[in-house]
């Protein structure tokens, strides 16, 4: 269960689109067999910067890598995509997601990132991959380096980000993003939020958090909106629509997680009695769909199992503050979904739990956090009403 009524911060995560232009590249280079790596920063402006990385593998297969380089001029990771990036101090570290840790022999991953920097932006020149220094070369050597003045744009909607105060939001299309800690008083922790482009319907986000507390409470839900939320911010929605009016509410969602704690990663819906509700109105019900989950429950109690969209789903039911809450959460987790919330909706309708005069009003989908730390990046998002 969620509640929206205050606006607080969530979470940095980690996806981007990627950029083609190349601006500068710096190759690890000697001689022995190994790795050879290809560093581009592929478009700068003033205090920050995208880069491209691509690893060969130049020696036997492996199933996962760990490339490790360092900054001679200060320069700072911001986000990234397709890798999980730290950094401590100068020295930055980038990991394999779960779908590109396989490298075989003469074989390449990729990943990019953004950052920041003052003063110079020069490439590093020594990188390690898995403990190894990768001396390959073959690759092409620096290249000028243009500026430009402002950070490019991808598709529609230009990155924005990463903000880390609770009262910061991002507008981006048809859907907004707070940075929503509305459970986190008393709690320990931080969360930033940010956006990484996106074109029409289909949009790219993340966030990350650290929280502690009270480790059955929800701390932070840092999600995109469509429609209603205690008020109506972006045009175009394509809502409210009425439940009997069976329209298709038809969505894909495919994210990445890394961290630990207690969370769980799920759609949120409002319904309300009138097509038209405003801020001061409170929904009377609210419909969950968890497709991944981290030592989480939902409110209320399990009432048995259902098969939706060739998933297994427990079907939970609840009541919280003055709405009813409906939770299904999948059987066995999983990070890439493809839903028409109608089929959802109507099983609730068929149970006798809500009545199909009511209008669903919002469309939300964001990690629910109750403790711990970690990201949750989403490569792509959409929410169309047929």
């Keep these: 269960m969620v509640k929206r009524h205050r606006l607080t911060l969530l979470a940095v995560t980690v996806t981007v689109a990627v950029v083609t232009a190349t601006v500068g590249v710096a190759v690890a280079q000697a001689a022995a067999v190994g790795c050879a790596v290809r560093y581009a920063v592929s478009a700068q402006w003033q205090g920050g910067f995208n880069a491209d990385v691509t690893i060969t593998n130049l020696g036997d297969p492996v199933s996962s890598w760990r490339l490790v380089w360092s900054y001679g001029a200060g ?22 997601v779960s779908y590109n840790g396989a490298i075989g022999t003469n074989g390449a991953a990729g990943f990019g990132f953004s950052g920041s920097w003052s003063g110079s932006n020069p490439a590093p020149t020594t990188f390690t991959l898995n403990g190894v220094t990768c001396t390959g070369s073959g690759n092409p050597g620096p290249t000028p380096s243009p500026t430009v003045t402002t950070p490019p744009p991808v598709g529609d909607y230009a990155p924005v980000g990463p903000l880390c105060r609770s009262s910061d939001l991002i507008d981006i299309g048809k859907y907004w993003i707070p940075n929503n800690q509305w459970g986190a008083t008393g709690a320990t922790g931080s969360q930033c939020i940010w956006t990484n482009g996106g074109s029409g319907d289909r949009i790219r986000w993340g966030t990350d958090y650290t929280w502690s507390g009270d ?3 929800v701390k932070s839900y840092a999600a995109a909106i469509l429609g209603w939320h205690w008020g109506w911010r972006r045009p175009n929605t394509g809502l409210p629509v009425q439940v009997s009016a069976n329209r298709n509410v038809n969505t894909s969602w495919q994210f ?32 969950m769909i968890w497709l991944y989950r981290a030592n989480a429950y939902p409110a209320g109690t399990r009432q048995g199992t259902v098969t939706i969209a060739g998933t297994t789903w427990e079907v939970w039911r609840g009541y919280v503050g003055t709405w009813n809450v409906y939770s299904y959460v999948r059987t066995s ?41 970690g990201q949750v990046q989403t490569g792509s998002y959409s929410v169309t009403i047929g």
């Design 215 to 217: 480790a059955g409470s």
């Design 333 to 373: 987790n999983t990070t890439n979904a493809s839903l028409n919330i109608r089929d959802f909706t109507n099983d609730v309708v068929s149970r006798g739990w809500m009545s199909s005069s009511k209008y669903l009003t919002s469309v939300q989908a964001g990690p629910e956090i109750f403790t711990g730390g």
């Design 256 to 287: 990445t997680v890394t961290g630990s704690g207690n969370m769980n990663v799920a759609y949120d819906m409002w319904f309300h009695p009138m097509a038209n509700p405003g801020a001061g109105d409170q929904p009377t019900d609210e419909l």
């Design 75 to 96: 320069q700072r990771v911001t986000q990234a995509w397709n890798a999980t990036v730290t950094q401590s101090g100068s020295q930055v570290t980038a990991t394999n």
